[in-house]
């Protein structure tokens, strides 16, 4: 026999029922009360027992599980009910709730397997999210009606740091602060540019000038000092502990760097004499649920054997959840932190210095709220190894990075793919190409989407020295005038210009399978394009400036053999591409041998002329499986990184699948060097490198970035979060008049706080919190008053940007204040549901069972607020409460015998294998 669940909403329908008849029929107002009909009266509520509409939790759970329909429109669903729309709409959101927790019922049973728990999870979180549109679209003039808390204020998650012009390097000394730092005491010179009213002034710092001094850290700074004080300048330094404080706000042990101060009208920046390149690989650590982003950097790459500069991971923001100590007191909990995924899927040296990364994330980064499921990431960092920004795109659905350029004005480039809303773009269909320009401090410039009605993707950019951007990727439809040629997808190669705008698009390939897996700017301007073609490699040049002239030329390299292709470098007229190849791929006899594997990194080094000709094939692997995911050639040496199953060159493999990097003689294809790192859980794997040309100097020892310093970042909102400029939200107050709230992409905390108070008026203040996170956005309302917060239009809410979930603020005045109060907004229902459920698990199913069931009882309590008769409202609330004798109203006695009939009913149980919920 199936359990009968029984709301407890109807057991305190009985007993008010029963209270009413003891007090009603002591007034003067019961006969009026009992000589009419409340407006629908005769209407059973959907959870009543004389309702047509009343259904056994597997009933609904049997019909929602085939239609995958949970919220229905009112309208429709209680087309036959002759009541007003503000009780349709409640009706059609309890029977909503009620399909929801049919599913919670089941899942929270312990003998539901995790197979069928998976499957009834899906279909919850696709009710969730008909819950949630639900919300959005239903307007009620009786009441208010909370999805989530009744408020006394609101606090935005996101918060966006105040900068300091302060900066604070890395460890540079362990050990007693007064004691020499070893890393110093060689020929140490670097150089401190500082610009200032427009004029540049160079500060030689040479700690040879220190003679005899001891160089520990107090001397070296107050050397420093001196030379900047010499040159007129505000800027400083000093010596501070490294670390994290503890909880006297001490940093323990003895880790030791540099503080620079400085002020706002001078620009830092650092160079050193001598500089060498440096190595910077970047990609995955870790796998599904632990990937994080790895970023290494390699120096001394002439040395043969490189060392270590710096290896760092760059984590989305953790979940935080509280959990019971272990063998703790009752009730002692800790605070418990569980990683979210982040990939690097790209890789670019900056102008001045350090590195821009690319890739996706599916939560928050450095407290940047997502509005999809998942979103770009784009990061830089500094030649320390800072991160100095990061960026997320504001997809509303699901968007990640694929490629990454950086032009001669330092400005950086994104390519990839989107699906949903994005801002004011086009949602053409299926997923999209999307590129985005943003300036060297990571403010988006423009944005442009494009693609046909099935899936595209962008895959690889480059852009030209005149700042022509080349975007290159696969199609599965038809766009920018060329027909789809095809096959699954077409290749394809847009232009476009520096402001934006569309030059020109052409088709790659034939009827086949074709995707453009790398670009590159040739020597003189053109564009080379690599593609797989049905599993060929094919390398073309196009003519820059002609998008319907065939190609240059075009070089067929032969069958990948199961493999890919990684990246395209040039050097002059040489030209240089990468990936992974099976045995079989032989573009020409390899001067370095396939190792045997599955597949091995491969380099195929070409001439550039009126046609293109193979000088070498080599292959860079091990006995296993490897490839190659990145190129780049610098002072005639290539250098390529990927992932390997095995040893390269006699390395060891470190973990179960390394990242490795490599360097080769342009020349010959010959082998220097190679170096392999682990990840997480013994995985990582390199997606693409860089080059930074100065990066290697003594200004690592000293834990500063080469190029110009950031001290802080831009305090915009679109800029700092997921917001677009556009996004928007709802004011009302007191039930009035919904007002729009919209972001534009200047908009600071403070400037919002502007907007808001304008449409508030007198009735609630919104102003901005300082937190040590940073500004935040808190709004209250005024005693006596109601502000409701609605959610922005689907993809474009700005409330989700900003961590704010749609609700209710209320001020009901002091609990100290006996005065009376009044208030002119209409009652206010909070139905609690928590931001996020899940049945995923037993206790999680059951969390969201009594959240649902919860909430289904305050939707039916809300109905009888706006049903009651205002007589016996009076009466249960007024002067004459708690009287009783008279004569009690017949539509009162009948409610109660109802009541009472049915709760016999359940008393006696339900027919065999039925189930009841009310």
Request: glycine letters at 12%; hydrophobic letters at 40%.
């Given at each position: 026999?199936?359990?009968?669940?029984?709301?407890?909403?109807?057991?305190t329908?009985?007993?008010?029922?029963?209270?009413?008849?003891?007090?009603?029929?002591?007034?003067p107002?019961?006969?009026s009360?009992?000589?009419?009909?409340?407006?629908?009266?005769?209407?059973?509520?959907?959870?009543?027992?004389?309702?047509?509409?009343l259904?056994?939790?597997?009933?609904?759970?049997?019909?929602?599980?085939?239609?995958?329909?949970?919220f229905?429109?009112?309208?429709?669903?209680?087309s036959?009910?002759?009541?007003?729309?503000?009780?349709k709409a409640?009706?059609?959101?309890?029977?909503?709730?009620?399909?929801?927790?049919?599913?919670?019922?089941?899942a929270?049973?312990?003998?539901?397997?995790?197979?069928?728990?998976?499957?009834?999870e899906?279909?919850?979180?696709?009710?969730?999210?008909?819950?949630?549109e639900?919300?959005?679209?239903?307007?009620?003039?009786e009441?208010?009606?909370?999805?989530?808390e009744?408020?006394?204020?609101?606090?935005?998650?996101?918060?966006?740091?105040?900068?300091?012009?302060?900066?604070?390097?890395?460890?540079i000394?362990?050990?007693?602060?007064?004691?020499?730092?070893?890393?110093?005491?060689?020929?140490?010179?670097?150089?401190?540019?500082?610009?200032?009213?427009?004029?540049?002034t160079?500060?030689?710092?040479n700690?040879?000038?220190?003679?005899?001094?001891?160089?520990?850290?107090?001397n070296?700074?107050?050397?420093?000092?001196?030379?900047?004080?010499?040159?007129?300048?505000?800027?400083?330094?000093?010596?501070?502990?490294?670390?994290?404080?503890?909880?006297?706000?001490?940093?323990?042990?003895?880790?030791?760097?540099?503080?620079?101060?400085g002020?706002s009208?001078?620009?830092?920046?650092?160079?050193?004499?001598?500089?060498?390149?440096?190595?910077?690989?970047a990609?995955?650590?870790?796998?599904n649920e632990?990937?994080?982003?790895q970023?290494?950097?390699?120096?001394?790459?002439?040395?043969?054997?490189p060392?270590?500069?710096?290896?760092?991971?760059?984590s989305?923001?953790?979940?935080?959840?509280?959990v019971d100590?272990?063998?703790?007191?009752?009730?002692?909990?800790?605070?418990?932190?569980?990683?979210?995924?982040l990939?690097?899927?790209?890789?670019?040296?900056?102008?001045?210095?350090?590195?821009?990364?690319?890739?996706?994330?599916?939560?928050?980064?450095?407290?940047?709220?997502?509005?999809?499921?998942?979103?770009l990431?784009?990061?830089?960092?500094?030649?320390?190894g800072?991160?100095?920004?990061?960026r997320?795109?504001?997809?509303?659905?699901d968007?990640?990075?694929?490629s990454?350029?950086?032009?001669?004005?330092?400005?950086?480039?994104?390519?990839?793919?989107?699906?949903?809303?994005?801002?004011?773009?086009t949602?053409?269909g299926?997923?999209?190409?999307?590129v985005?320009?943003?300036?060297?401090?990571?403010?988006?410039?423009?944005?442009?989407?494009?693609?046909?009605?099935?899936?595209?993707k962008?895959t690889?950019?480059?852009?030209?020295?005149?700042?022509t951007?080349?975007?290159?990727?696969k199609?599965?439809?038809?766009?920018g005038?060329?027909?789809h040629?095809?096959?699954?997808?077409?290749?394809?190669?847009?232009a476009i210009?520096?402001?934006?705008?569309?030059?020109?698009?052409r088709?790659?390939?034939?009827?086949g399978?074709?995707?453009?897996?790398?670009?590159?700017?040739?020597?003189?301007?053109?564009?080379?394009?690599?593609?797989?073609?049905?599993?060929?490699?094919?390398?073309?040049?196009?003519?820059?400036?002609?998008?319907?002239?065939?190609?240059?030329w075009?070089?067929s390299l032969?069958d990948?053999?199961?493999?890919?292709?990684g990246?395209?470098?040039?050097?002059?007229?040489?030209?240089?591409?990468?990936?992974?190849?099976?045995?079989?791929?032989?573009?020409?006899?390899?001067?370095?041998?396939?190792?045997?594997?599955?597949?091995?990194?491969?380099?195929?080094?070409?001439?550039?002329?009126a046609?293109a000709?193979?000088?070498?094939?080599?292959?860079?692997?091990?006995?296993?499986?490897?490839?190659?995911?990145?190129?780049?050639?610098?002072?005639?040496?290539?250098?390529?990184?990927?992932?390997?199953?095995?040893?390269?060159?006699g390395?060891?493999?470190?973990?179960?699948?390394?990242?490795?990097?490599?360097?080769l003689?342009?020349?010959?294809?010959?082998?220097?060097?190679?170096?392999?790192m682990?990840?997480?859980?013994?995985?990582?794997?390199?997606?693409g490198?860089?080059?930074?040309?100065g990066?290697?100097?003594?200004?690592?020892?000293?834990?500063?970035?080469?190029g110009?310093?950031?001290?802080?970042?831009t305090?915009?909102?679109?800029?700092?979060?997921s917001?677009?400029?556009?996004?928007?939200?709802y004011?009302?107050?007191?039930?009035?008049?919904?007002?729009?709230i919209?972001?534009?992409?200047?908009?600071?905390?403070?400037?919002l706080?502007?907007?808001?108070?304008?449409?508030?008026?007198?009735n609630?203040?919104?102003?901005v919190r300082r937190?040590?996170?940073?500004?935040?956005?808190?709004?209250?309302?005024?005693e006596?008053k109601?502000?409701?917060?609605?959610?922005?239009?689907?993809?474009?809410?700005?409330l989700?940007?900003?961590?704010?979930?749609?609700?209710?603020?209320v001020?009901?005045?002091?609990?100290?204040d006996?005065?009376?109060?009044?208030?002119?907004?209409?009652?206010?229902?909070?139905l609690?549901?928590?931001?996020?459920?899940?049945?995923?698990?037993?206790?999680?199913?059951?969390?969201?069972?009594e959240?649902?069931?919860?909430?289904?009882?305050?939707?039916q309590r809300?109905?009888?607020?706006?049903?009651?008769?205002?007589?016996?409202k009076a009466?249960?609330e007024?002067p004459?409460?708690?009287?009783?004798g008279?004569?009690?109203?017949?539509?009162?006695?009948?409610?109660?015998?109802?009541?009472?009939?049915?709760?016999s009913?359940?008393?006696?149980?339900?027919?065999?294998?039925a189930?009841?919920?009310?």
């Amino acid at each position: 026999m199936a359990i009968v669940g029984i709301n407890q909403s109807l057991l305190t329908s009985w007993y008010s029922a029963r209270v009413t008849t003891a007090t009603v029929g002591s007034s003067p107002l019961a006969q009026s009360a009992a000589g009419r009909n409340q407006a629908g009266e005769d209407v059973a509520a959907p959870w009543e027992l004389e309702s047509e509409n009343l259904q056994t939790l597997e009933e609904m759970r049997r019909r929602v599980m085939a239609t995958q329909d949970f919220f229905l429109d009112p309208g429709r669903e209680f087309s036959d009910v002759d009541a007003p729309d503000d009780h349709k709409a409640l009706f059609s959101l309890h029977q909503g709730l009620k399909r929801l927790v049919s599913l919670a019922e089941e899942a929270r049973d312990k003998t539901t397997n995790d197979a069928r728990r998976m499957i009834l999870e899906k279909a919850f979180q696709n009710g969730l999210g008909q819950l949630d549109e639900y919300f959005q679209g239903m307007r009620l003039e009786e009441l208010t009606l909370l999805k989530g808390e009744e408020l006394r204020k609101i606090e935005s998650d996101v918060a966006v740091s105040r900068g300091l012009s302060q900066f604070k390097s890395g460890i540079i000394h362990t050990g007693e602060y007064d004691a020499e730092v070893p890393s110093l005491t060689g020929d140490v010179q670097f150089n401190i540019s500082v610009k200032k009213n427009g004029v540049t002034t160079d500060v030689a710092i040479n700690l040879a000038d220190m003679g005899g001094q001891t160089r520990n850290l107090d001397n070296i700074v107050a050397h420093i000092n001196t030379e900047l004080e010499a040159a007129g300048m505000v800027t400083r330094f000093e010596r501070t502990k490294i670390g994290e404080k503890n909880d006297i706000g001490v940093i323990p042990g003895n880790d030791h760097g540099f503080l620079v101060r400085g002020v706002s009208t001078e620009q830092i920046s650092f160079s050193a004499p001598a500089a060498q390149p440096a190595l910077y690989f970047a990609g995955v650590s870790g796998i599904n649920e632990t990937a994080g982003g790895q970023i290494v950097k390699l120096t001394d790459l002439a040395s043969g054997d490189p060392s270590i500069g710096y290896s760092t991971r760059f984590s989305a923001d953790p979940t935080k959840s509280e959990v019971d100590v272990v063998g703790g007191e009752d009730g002692e909990t800790r605070t418990k932190l569980v990683d979210n995924p982040l990939e690097i899927q790209a890789t670019a040296a900056a102008a001045d210095g350090g590195i821009f990364v690319v890739g996706k994330t599916t939560a928050s980064t450095d407290g940047q709220t997502l509005k999809g499921e998942q979103d770009l990431v784009l990061a830089k960092y500094d030649s320390a190894g800072n991160r100095v920004w990061s960026r997320v795109l504001g997809a509303a659905d699901d968007a990640e990075g694929a490629s990454v350029a950086v032009d001669a004005d330092g400005n950086v480039v994104v390519t990839g793919q989107v699906t949903g809303g994005l801002g004011d773009t086009t949602d053409i269909g299926g997923s999209d190409s999307f590129v985005a320009k943003y300036n060297a401090a990571g403010v988006e410039q423009w944005v442009q989407r494009f693609g046909g009605t099935g899936d595209d993707k962008g895959t690889a950019v480059a852009v030209g020295d005149d700042g022509t951007i080349y975007v290159a990727g696969k199609a599965a439809s038809a766009f920018g005038n060329q027909p789809h040629q095809g096959g699954v997808s077409d290749g394809y190669l847009r232009a476009i210009g520096t402001d934006g705008q569309t030059l020109w698009t052409r088709r790659i390939g034939d009827t086949g399978d074709e995707t453009v897996s790398a670009i590159a700017v040739a020597d003189d301007g053109n564009i080379l394009v690599a593609s797989n073609e049905g599993g060929t490699a094919v390398l073309r040049k196009f003519d820059a400036s002609d998008n319907t002239a065939p190609a240059l030329w075009e070089q067929s390299l032969g069958d990948l053999d199961d493999g890919s292709i990684g990246g395209i470098a040039v050097d002059g007229t040489d030209v240089y591409i990468t990936g992974a190849a099976g045995s079989a791929f032989a573009p020409s006899a390899p001067v370095g041998a396939h190792n045997g594997g599955v597949r091995d990194a491969f380099v195929v080094k070409l001439t550039d002329g009126a046609s293109a000709s193979v000088d070498y094939t080599t292959f860079v692997g091990s006995d296993s499986d490897d490839g190659a995911a990145g190129i780049q050639v610098f002072n005639g040496k290539v250098y390529i990184a990927g992932k390997t199953l095995g040893g390269i060159n006699g390395d060891t493999l470190n973990g179960e699948r390394d990242a490795f990097a490599a360097q080769l003689d342009a020349a010959t294809g010959a082998l220097d060097w190679s170096h392999q790192m682990s990840g997480r859980n013994g995985l990582s794997q390199a997606t693409g490198l860089a080059i930074g040309a100065g990066d290697d100097s003594v200004l690592d020892a000293l834990g500063l970035p080469s190029g110009t310093l950031t001290y802080s970042d831009t305090r915009v909102v679109t800029d700092r979060s997921s917001a677009r400029e556009g996004d928007h939200f709802y004011v009302s107050v007191d039930g009035g008049r919904r007002k729009k709230i919209t972001i534009d992409g200047d908009d600071t905390m403070r400037s919002l706080t502007f907007k808001i108070n304008a449409a508030l008026v007198l009735n609630g203040t919104a102003d901005v919190r300082r937190s040590s996170d940073g500004d935040q956005l808190r709004i209250k309302a005024a005693e006596g008053k109601t502000i409701e917060l609605f959610a922005g239009a689907d993809g474009r809410d700005l409330l989700e940007s900003l961590g704010i979930q749609p609700g209710a603020i209320v001020n009901t005045g002091s609990l100290l204040d006996d005065d009376e109060k009044t208030s002119d907004s209409p009652p206010l229902f909070a139905l609690e549901l928590p931001v996020s459920m899940s049945l995923a698990d037993e206790k999680s199913a059951e969390s969201a069972f009594e959240a649902i069931q919860d909430a289904m009882s305050k939707v039916q309590r809300a109905y009888r607020e706006i049903t009651m008769d205002p007589a016996l409202k009076a009466l249960l609330e007024g002067p004459q409460a708690g009287k009783k004798g008279g004569t009690v109203p017949a539509y009162y006695s009948a409610q109660l015998a109802n009541y009472q009939a049915g709760l016999s009913r359940l008393s006696a149980g339900p027919p065999a294998g039925a189930g009841l919920f009310l």
